[in-house]
C-alpha cells in the first residue's frame, strides 16, 4: 500500500479481481458511469465517484491529493 497510515485509516478500500467478480465490476461501472479500466482506481463520497484514474496515470501523489479533497 502506498498510503501513510493516517491516511489509509480515512478511506475504505476495495480491490475488485475483474477475472473472479465481474458481476461486481459490473455493479461498479453502472453505478458510478466509469467505464471499467484495469488497473483503475476510483474514490467513491456518498455513493459518488469524485475521482478515477487508470494503468500509467495511477500514482501515489495524484491518490493523496485526491483524498484532502
Partial sequence: MFLET?????ARICRVVVQSARDVSDAVAEKTGV???SPQILLIRN???IWNESHR???ADKLK???KK
Fill in 57 to 59: 496515470q495511477i500514482t
Fill in 35 to 37: 467505464r471499467h479500466q
Fill in 47 to 49: 455513493g459518488r465517484c
Fill in 6 to 10: 493516517a491516511e489509509a485509516d480515512k
Fill in 65 to 67: 491529493e485526491a483524498l
